[in-house]
């Protein structure tokens, strides 16, 4: 089965301060692998996904993730940290078209 | 220009009564999903449509139904609401870059 874990509940971290939200991947053959934003009360907002190419992958206000294979992970990153970033993170992967999604992390960036 | 919209974006119905949310694109796209998404919880993949074709999640209940009459338009509909159903509803076109978008979604309560 196709899956994601998001090993952390909560990340915290301070405005202008590089975050990492952490995410690693079961998949069986090649993972298509994606980070979605969900603000409060709000659908989700796609930011980025890999499918093959390059393992440093750029996405939407400014994040990144890297794919990394030996340890099946695919980390979301951003070098400066926003106050406006605080919003709940969710790595996916696609299995069968349909999207299986991490249970979240929550992002708290503090002035 | 919204890709998925999504009305109402809050329904409020009574325990039992039916109720019917409503997904329309502008993309044309052939794949829509239909996903639950309860309260600090990951969205959940209720059914998805390629074109006409319907495909039902093994364990989504007899509750939920849906239609699509046309490529447009999606259509969910809760035939005996109960409290348990309250969530918010997430619709999702996939793009022809293999990426779903999601719509704004539609917070269900049930009194």
């Known amino acids: 089965a196709q899956s994601v874990a998001q090993p952390e509940d909560q990340v915290n971290v301070a405005e202008g301060n590089p975050l990492t939200v952490k995410c690693t991947y079961s998949v069986s053959g090649n993972p298509y692998l994606f980070w979605y934003v969900q603000y409060p009360n709000r659908g989700l907002q796609f930011l980025l996904k890999?499918?093959?190419?390059?393992?440093l992958v750029k996405g939407s206000y400014g994040f990144e993730a890297e794919f990394n294979k030996s340890q099946t992970s695919f980390h979301l990153k951003k070098p400066s940290a926003l106050v406006s970033d605080s919003a709940l993170y969710f790595c996916?992967?696609?299995?069968?078209?349909?999207?299986?999604f991490g249970k979240g992390t929550s992002l708290l960036v503090t002035p | 220009d919204a890709m998925v919209i999504q009305n109402p974006r809050y329904q409020v119905t009574q325990f039992g009564k039916p109720v019917t949310l409503s997904c329309s694109q502008t993309l044309n796209h052939n794949v829509m999903y239909w996903y639950q998404q309860k309260s600090s919880q990951a969205p959940k993949l209720l059914f998805h449509?390629?074109?006409?074709?319907?495909?039902n999640e093994a364990d989504t209940p007899d509750n939920f139904q849906s239609r699509r009459p046309n490529t447009s338009f999606c259509f969910l509909d809760i035939r005996s609401p109960g409290l348990g159903d309250a969530a918010m509803y997430l619709c999702a076109v996939l793009s022809s870059t293999d990426t779903q978008y999601f719509g704004p979604g539609t917070r269900l309560t049930v009194l």
């Open positions: 996916a992967v696609s299995a069968s078209g349909a999207l299986n």
């Open positions: 890999y499918i093959t190419g390059d393992n």
């Open positions: 449509y390629y074109d006409k074709d319907f495909n």
